[in-house]
């Protein structure tokens, strides 16, 4: 019975090291997904910045020049507006995606701390069990080992008490035959 429940008892303990270890590694994958995403916009800010700065200094270089240099001066500031836009964009997305990796890597930290906590407290379980389990067979031993000891105790004295009887039995027959042969 006890076997049994220890049974069901670690099917159950393999069960959630199972669940958790396969949340864990979930986690982990999600991680690194948001990980080479948040690389890919860090290198598109760069680029975006990049790609600002060159349209800054064109468009410097395009307000000294005639009016239709100002024309095409308006085109390109129109264009490092929505570059800055889309950068700040991008900036905010990068903020968002860095506090989701915090928060994922605390969760996993948190996961690891409870897995590490049931995994030992599970060893520890195991461990008190087996020492009670081993004490008992140890005592039911000993209690075998006495009575053994016992039994071989009485054997031995009631084959000293038949060894006894017999002799005395002998000696009884002797004396019997004696006191017939005298009669005779």
Do not use: C, P
């Not at 991680?31 to 064109?58: D, Q």
């Not at 700040?88 to 906590?117: G, H, P, S, T």
Request: aromatic share 4%; net charge negative.
């Amino acid at each position: 019975e006890e076997l049994r429940d220890l049974q069901e008892e670690y099917i159950t303990l393999r069960t959630n090291y199972i669940n958790l270890t396969k949340e864990f590694n979930d986690t982990k994958q999600k991680n690194e997904n948001i990980n080479a995403e948040f690389l890919s916009l860090v290198n598109k800010v760069n680029l975006l910045e990049e790609k600002n700065h060159e349209l800054t200094v064109a468009k410097q270089d395009l307000l000294r020049d005639t009016e239709t240099s100002k024309r095409t001066a308006n085109v390109l500031e129109v264009e490092n507006s929505k570059a800055v836009d889309e950068a700040r964009d991008l900036r905010a997305k990068v903020i968002q995606l860095e506090a989701q990796k915090m928060n994922l890597e605390a969760k996993l930290k948190e996961q690891q701390v409870e897995f590490d906590e049931q995994r030992v407290h599970l060893e520890q379980d195991a461990v008190g069990k087996s020492l009670a389990q081993e004490g008992e067979l140890l005592s039911r031993q000993r209690g075998m080992q006495n009575e053994q000891n016992r039994f071989a105790t009485e054997i031995s004295m009631l084959q000293q008490n038949l060894e006894q009887t017999q002799s005395q039995l002998r000696a009884s027959e002797r004396k019997r035959r004696t006191a017939i042969q005298a009669a005779e």
